[in-house]
């Protein structure tokens, strides 16, 4: 009996932190003129500092950049703001940033390979970018060769992770890897996942990712999700969020208990240069004590950020205007990545 107890004290237990925990700092990557912002460099610059220091009001935020002295500038006060000095392709944070695994109370970053969304960009400095900032996390660092962005999966801290089989799945990412059993034997040993629950449909006009969950339905905690929906039955996307907003209501956690569903609006479609872009409230940011939502100067706006506010009723919400963000097909939640508690910020 001594040696079957002492075994299961040495249990290993992994698992990935919802974002709605506890967290250290949230990281940025700061556009630059080498990057995909520069025909509106100083617009987007600004909205990134508007992305920085509603952070900062509620915890430390991280940014890394091309040049300190000339994004140091852009700022009125860098109270719980630290800059650090890197290159960088891209400003993509949330997918090519190292994601934090905690394993019996300790924190692992792991280092996925970031490839562009399938090739689709160049991406050779964003994929070198955490092994380089390494240092400055007080945590376990691992590199492994399994390309996964941290947009493509939505975890609510309890052993379930939520995605879709169009980015997971698809062999733009991991060519070998096509069925749902080897991609969830990966998730399962790098972040001791229990159940994977994928969503077939939804899809956002304009996206890049191959349908990443964080800009179709989030977990709120343990038990809630908010998702997009779409009520315009002429809209494009009105058939595909359709049949997702049916697949969500078939859902069930570990405990066989179906999920609290709130839905978001959409907002009318949004143009630039001819081209629809992908604008979606799901996008938003938790951090401590507040929630920070993208807006785009829609009629929706508000209608979003009231129910995002009842669906996190202790937190403040804070909305930021994303139209820009928008432009370069992502928004808010695409360009940060969050740290849960256990990492130390060593700058």
């Known amino acids: 009996m001594g040696n079957r107890e002492e075994n299961l004290n040495r249990r290993t237990i992994k698992r990935l932190p919802g974002e709605f925990e506890e967290q250290s700092f949230v990281q940025l990557i700061f556009p630059h003129a080498n990057s995909d912002w520069a025909p509106y460099l100083q617009e987007a610059s600004r909205t990134f500092v508007n992305i920085a220091m509603s952070i900062a009001k509620f915890e430390n935020c991280l940014i890394v950049c091309d040049d300190v002295d000339r994004v140091k500038a852009y700022f009125s006060t860098t109270a719980n703001i630290y800059f650090i000095q890197e290159e960088s392709d891209d400003t993509w944070a949330r997918d090519c940033g190292g994601i934090t695994m905690i394993e019996n109370g300790e924190p692992t970053v792991i280092d996925f390979t970031f490839t562009g969304w399938g090739n689709k960009f160049d991406a050779s400095l964003d994929n070198a970018l955490t092994s380089k900032l390494a240092d400055y996390y007080d945590a376990d660092y691992k590199k492994q060769r399994f390309i996964l962005e941290g947009g493509a999966i939505e975890s609510n801290g309890k052993g379930i992770l939520l995605t879709t089989t169009e980015c997971l799945l698809n062999p733009n990412r991991n060519i070998k890897l096509t069925q749902k059993f080897e991609i969830e034997h990966i998730l399962k040993e790098n972040f001791g996942t229990q159940k994977v629950l994928w969503l077939d449909h939804g899809y956002l006009a304009g996206d890049d990712t191959d349908s990443h969950i964080d800009t179709l339905a989030r977990f709120t905690?343990?038990?809630?999700?908010?998702?997009?929906?779409?009520?315009?039955?002429?809209?494009?996307?009105?058939?595909?969020?359709?049949?997702?907003?049916?697949?969500?209501?078939?859902?069930?956690?570990?405990?066989?208990?179906?999920?609290?569903?709130?839905?978001?609006?959409?907002?009318?479609?949004?143009?630039?240069?001819?081209?629809?872009?992908?604008?979606?409230?799901?996008?938003?940011?938790?951090?401590?004590?507040?929630?920070?939502?993208?807006?785009?100067?829609?009629?929706?706006d508000q209608e979003a950020l009231a129910i995002i506010q009842q669906a996190f009723p202790k937190r403040e919400i804070i909305g930021v205007d994303c139209s820009v963000l928008i432009r370069q097909h992502g928004s808010l939640h695409c360009v940060t990545m969050q740290f849960p508690k256990e990492v130390t910020l060593k700058v």
Do not use: W
């Open 221 to 300: 905690d343990r038990e809630t999700i908010v998702y997009v929906r779409c009520q315009d039955e002429n809209d494009e996307h009105f058939e595909a969020l359709s049949k997702m907003e049916k697949e969500l209501q078939t859902l069930r956690d570990l405990d066989g208990n179906p999920f609290r569903l709130i839905a978001l609006p959409m907002t009318d479609a949004i143009y630039y240069e001819g081209e629809r872009l992908p604008a979606t409230y799901a996008n938003f940011l938790i951090v401590n004590g507040a929630v920070i939502v993208p807006t785009y100067n829609d009629r929706h």
